[in-house]
């Protein structure tokens, strides 16, 4: 059996520790999840949380970076293999819907608006890493705009409603729509910011 390399074996530690906090911050709150709790969740010291990480808001922002930067890959991948934006909907929509569908995601994204507004160091280190996700969100949407066939859109603010969307769809136990899922209400939004309408 082959032997994991230092940084494979680091890279198994914080993997391991992400797995253990996600679940701690959705379902106890960032405050009420101690460093210990964690640590021990997940197998390992106090010292080999502090030896990987800063301190649990740390591990909450790389969180939420792998989160939502995973997501815009598959996105991403999806409108390059897809034909046209009538067939790439549906596949947005299904992949939205198992998104929300894993337990505690929906807790832990409101648990990330919670942190940053009432920690003001987090809330600073939130924004800047809100700003890389909202710039790549951007040129997903871009690329969507091409599909849609309507290229000269303000992808930016487009990126920035859609993201307002999905955390406040994240919050809803139903969309407030009658038979509509969180991914149907983001598709219809698409459709209508990419001018693309259904007749």
Known sequence: MTRLTRQENQQV??????SAAALAFAHRGVGAASVDAIAEAAGFSRGAFYSNYTNKEDLLLELMEEEQIGEIDVWASLI???????????????????????????????????EAARNKA???????????VLAMMATVIQALAEKA?????DAASIAIALRALSIGLAGKSSTGQRDKSRGEIVTMFLRHALGHAPK
């Open 13 to 18: 530690t914080r993997r391991r520790l992400r």
């Open 80 to 114: 390059k293999k897809a034909s046209d934006l009538d067939s790439l909907l549906p596949m947005l929509e299904e992949r939205f819907d198992r998104l929300h569908d894993r337990d505690g995601r929906e807790l832990l994204m409101m648990e990330l608006q919670l």
């Open 122 to 132: 987090f809330g600073a280190a939130y924004e800047v890493s809100s700003t890389k």
């Open 149 to 153: 066939g309507n290229p000269n859109i």
